[in-house]
């Protein structure tokens, strides 16, 4: 099962060949009450350790694929359901060292349901998360 | 066998049903809490009835699988609980770029009605897209409606969208959802009140969401939108289906936010003997909504059992 909160301990971890690392990953819990297509999420805006990386280079993998912000606005098929975790793929030449880094997630959730200025609704969340491999 | 005390409770006309939403236990569901775990909570508050979020509870959806629905008819068996409501939504900005045509989002609601008829449900509350602060639906959603009203006889489920805060009752998106039941006498639409609008003291938490300045600023409606109990009334023959919405209940069964024995008052006068299903969205503390839904209805029965003892009119 996931943790209760939308970041999660597991997950947070370089990708790409060891030695030639190319990012970090962070695994989240949906940022929501209830399942939703991928079309319905507007990106994750990343911050470690005061870093910021913008949320339309961010990428996000579900499953086995990867989609860029630009193929998950038009995704209306594929579906993150609300027991899944997805991960948030940053571009970090290097990776992050391993120990522990200062994390912070906007999830830009929308909701057709709210009025149309806020419709794209920001959950905040953030916590210390530990890297344990190079 | 002589009925129990409870069922003869149950059969008298204009005695509430009570239900639970799993949307009491978000943030809970699938991290300290499995759907068999809800199941379990729901029963053992003497409650009858089980409302979820489709796209929620219901593994694989929008297809799922026959294993599931043997696990869901299995849970329905065992705890003893009656399919209620399904909560379903219809994503009007389909993408950034566009919205959905008439035909898609026919096509969105025809889905759910059929899920939620396949798993037993009679209601299903569709959350349309809204154009406005005052929450007005985007026009289409009549015909969105009426293209499924066939459909929904047919499967004996009725379709009710939400009156929920900062919307009152006495508002021209509550005139226009009873205009088209006028229009069409269909007995598949109806209203869904949610007890929020009856709000009158503000709240501190909303869902895991902490409330500060900025928020109060934005939405106002967190501080309540007090619609007088009263005014349930004036809609009360077309609603098919209440959310008992509640956010804090301490342990003198005190509610710190809706006013509960005036909105009972005005509900057992008219009449009603649906179901109160208990919405909690208070501070998401792990756990924390388990013990609040059991206080909801000790709190929810103490107050019907003493309106029909006359204690209060």
């Known amino acids: ?134 | 066998m002589a009925p129990s005390p409870a069922m003869q409770e149950q059969d008298m006309p204009g005695s509430f049903k009570y239900g639970v939403s799993t949307y009491s236990y978000v943030d809970d569901y699938g991290s300290v809490m499995t759907l068999e775990d809800a199941f379990d909570h729901i029963a053992d508050t003497g409650a009858t009835g089980i409302e979820i979020l489709g796209e929620g509870q219901i593994e694989g959806y929008p297809n799922p699988s026959s294993q599931f629905l043997d696990r869901w008819f299995g849970l329905l068996d065992k705890y003893k609980l009656e399919p209620t409501n399904m909560c379903s939504w219809v994503d009007m900005r389909i993408t950034l770029q566009r919205n959905l045509t008439v035909e898609e989002g026919a096509a969105e609601l025809e889905r759910d009605l059929r899920l939620a008829h396949q798993l037993g449900f009679k209601f299903l509350r569709p959350k349309f897209g809204v154009l406005s602060h005052d929450l007005i639906p985007e026009p289409q959603w009549e015909a969105y409606a009426e293209r499924n009203l066939d459909l929904a006889h047919k499967l004996g489920v009725v379709i009710c969208p939400e009156i929920h805060a900062p919307t009152p009752i006495k508002h021209e998106v509550v005139d226009g959802y009873i205009n088209f039941i006028e229009r069409t006498g269909t007995k598949n639409f109806g209203l869904m009140i949610d007890t929020g609008i009856f709000q009158d003291r503000p709240l501190t938490h909303w869902g895991s969401h902490q409330i500060n300045d900025e928020a109060r600023k934005h939405m106002e409606f967190l501080n309540g939108i007090k619609v007088p109990p009263e005014h349930f009334l004036d809609v009360a023959q077309y609603v098919v289906f209440i959310q008992a919405k509640f956010h804090d209940i301490d342990e003198n069964l005190e509610d710190q936010n809706i006013p509960w024995q005036p909105v009972i008052s005005a509900i057992k006068r008219s009449g009603y003997s649906g179901y109160l299903s208990s919405e909690y969205e208070g501070w998401r503390a792990p756990w924390r909504s388990i013990d609040q839904v059991r206080r909801q209805h000790v709190l929810l029965r103490k107050l019907e059992r003493e309106y029909d003892e006359g204690k209060f009119a």
């Open chain 1, 1 to 134: 099962m996931l943790e209760h909160q939308l970041i999660q301990s597991t997950g947070f971890r370089n990708f790409g060949p060891v030695g030639a690392r190319e990012g970090f990953a962070i695994r989240i819990r949906i940022p929501n009450y209830h399942g939703t297509r991928l079309s319905q999420l507007d990106g994750f805006d990343v911050t470690v350790d005061g870093v910021f990386y913008d949320h339309e280079i961010n990428r996000f993998g579900i499953r086995d694929e990867v989609y860029t912000m630009a193929e998950m606005r038009e995704e209306i098929t594929a579906r993150w359901g609300l027991t899944e975790w997805g991960e948030i793929l940053v571009d970090k030449p290097g990776g992050l060292e391993p120990g522990v880094h200062k994390i912070e997630v906007v999830a830009r959730i929308r909701y057709s349901y709210f009025p149309p200025d806020v419709h794209i609704f920001p959950m905040h969340a953030e916590r210390f998360g530990t890297i344990c491999i190079a």
